[in-house]
């Protein structure tokens, strides 16, 4: 494992200086860890943004009663829950979220179990109508 010396932002893109006695094989490694961190970046801007064009105050009225009403969701089951009532599918959560289509499915899958929904169930109707 190596060290890195210095993290800074240059020009909305992130820099990382290290020792010199770095090999080839570590700065491919850095190299695809920066293009993670980016594309996560990128996914942040683009959920705010959308988040944006929604009504602020009926979202916010959304997540203060599922909060109420489900205490035991966790901020993640809450971010999915507001890209469901987009009526977005699983496919497109899981790129808003940078995550596999498989654990969208399992964190709907989670959601469920805490609300007290069944497989039978619709999730996103259970949450449009909420």
């Given amino acids: 494992m190596q060290t890195v010396e210095k993290v800074y932002y ?3 893109s992130m820099v990382i200086t290290s020792p010199a006695s770095m090999n080839i094989w570590s700065i491919l ?11 996560k970046d990128r996914t942040i801007v683009r959920l705010k943004l959308k988040l944006k064009q929604l009504d602020p105050e009926g979202e916010q009225q959304f997540l203060c ?9 966790s901020s993640n089951d ?6 469901l009532r987009q009526n977005l599918s699983t496919k497109e959560v899981a790129q808003n979220l940078a995550i596999g289509a498989d654990s969208a499915n399992k964190a709907r899958y989670r959601i469920r179990k805490k609300l007290g929904l069944s497989r039978k169930d619709d999730l996103i109707q259970f949450i449009l109508a909420y």
């Fill in 78 to 83: 809450l971010r999915i829950c507001t890209l």
């Fill in 65 to 73: 009663r599922l909060k109420k009403g489900y205490p035991g969701l």
């Fill in 29 to 39: 490694d850095r190299k695809d860890f920066i293009k993670v961190l980016q594309e």
């Fill in 10 to 12: 240059n020009d909305g």
